[in-house]
């Protein structure tokens, strides 16, 4: 079982900030920002590929509402909503989740950090991606 699945079960303790028969938020235990949030489907699914459309659609819905309810709330400049899909992404937990991480200013415990790599040629990047 996977220890979502038990906080969703109530197994485990949690602070939750929202509830209803699809999706579960809690505060995530390792606040990387103030008010660091989890959303997570009741469903099982080990990530945002796997899950069906309704689901990651409510949980995308629920994220976004809680986004700006957090935002509000905590008076953070900005907020970063994310999902890592498997743990070359890393994803340390194999069940959908989404992170609702306030932002307070560019000195805060996130850093994302966008790289040039080297350049690419575009028509064989689309061309692969778009392949069937």
């Known amino acids: 079982m996977c220890i ?8 485990i303790p949690s602070k939750t900030v929202y509830e209803d028969e699809n999706v579960l938020a809690i505060l995530d235990i390792s606040q990387v920002t103030y008010g660091h ?3 997570m489907p009741k ?8 899950a069906d459309e309704e689901t990651a659609a409510l949980c995308m819905k629920t994220a976004k509402r809680l986004a700006g309810k957090i935002m509000k ?8 909503i994310l999902t890592n ?3 070359a992404a890393g994803q340390t937990v194999p069940h959908l989740h989404f992170h609702i991480i306030p932002r307070y ?16 040629d575009l028509d064989e990047v689309l061309k ?5």
Request: hydrophobic share 35%; proline share 4%; aromatic share 6%.
């Open 4 to 11: 979502f699945c038990d906080i969703i079960d109530h197994k």
């Open 85 to 87: 899909c498997n743990e």
């Open 128 to 132: 692969k991606i778009t392949a069937e």
């Open 105 to 120: 200013d560019e000195n805060d415990s996130l850093i994302l950090r966008f790289d040039p790599s080297p350049e690419q």
């Open 37 to 39: 949030t989890l959303v």
């Open 73 to 80: 709330n905590t008076g953070a400049a900005g907020i970063n």
């Open 43 to 50: 469903k099982h699914f080990a990530n945002i590929i796997e």
